[in-house]
């Protein structure tokens, strides 16, 4: 990837933060995976260099969670992207959102680039996922900032051949539910930009807050920026 992972890793915006237990963000979510994803993230984060990942290892092998969460509204990303909306130096710093009262009318979930294998060229390198919620919390001196993620699945092994884009779709679990897991800020790159590939059927009313639900297919917009154009290719 020409211009690789961000400068500086996003952050989580502080000023917009509550407190609760997994527990209660469990509950808040309708997600009752939610603290058992925390305590699996937790060992993959100590033991990173273990055989076994926390995938393959039984729940009660994995770190408890005592303290408790704070929970934000957005994470900010700045990376090295050339263009004229960045200025001479290159340099721009982006907003993703995660909010229930986006302008106080909707909610707002955004979708990001994650950086998986940087020695892979474009796509074939990066993961897209659709932001639940950002937080963070403290583990034995530590400060975890994360977010739960649903996951997309790139199809494929080369861009459409018509739109030059590659397609993602949601990726379920073997009940029909969402793909989900607990990812580190430090592996976000830039908010993403999908399209929906509509069929030839006629599209009932929705909000804006289920276009990223509605549809089975998305293209990854990679002419929505510079950088996306030099990422997703």
């Not at 979930?109 to 403290?138: A, C, E, K, W």
Request: hydrophobic fraction near 35%; glycine fraction near 6%.
């Amino acid at each position: 990837m020409p211009f690789g992972p961000p400068i500086h890793a996003p952050y989580i915006d502080w000023l917009q933060g509550c407190i609760c237990t997994a527990e209660q963000l469990s509950v808040e979510m309708a997600e009752p995976r939610l603290p058992a994803l925390i305590r699996r993230f937790l060992y993959d984060q100590i033991y990173p260099n273990n055989v076994l990942t926390s995938a393959h290892v039984a729940l009660s092998e994995c770190p408890r969670l005592t303290g408790k969460l704070k929970v934000f509204k957005s994470a900010v990303a700045t990376f090295h992207s050339p263009s004229d909306p960045s200025g001479i130096r290159g340099m721009r710093r982006e907003y993703i959102r995660c909010t229930n009262d986006w302008k106080k009318t909707e909610t707002r979930y955004d979708v990001t680039f994650l950086n998986r294998d940087p020695d892979l060229p474009g796509m074939l390198g990066i993961d897209v996922v659709h932001i639940q919620r950002f937080f963070s919390f403290d583990h034995e001196g530590t400060t975890y900032p994360c977010a739960f993620v649903h996951w997309f699945k790139l199809l494929g092994n080369q861009p459409d051949g018509t739109t030059g884009m590659w397609i993602v779709q949601p990726e379920r679990d073997i009940d029909g539910n969402p793909t989900s897991s607990i990812i580190h800020l430090d592996c976000i790159i830039q908010a993403c930009h999908l399209v929906p590939i509509f069929g030839m059927k006629a599209i009932p009313p929705l909000r804006t807050t289920d276009t990223l639900t509605a549809f089975k297919y998305y293209y990854v917009n990679k002419y929505v920026d510079n950088h996306a154009y030099q990422l997703a290719f």
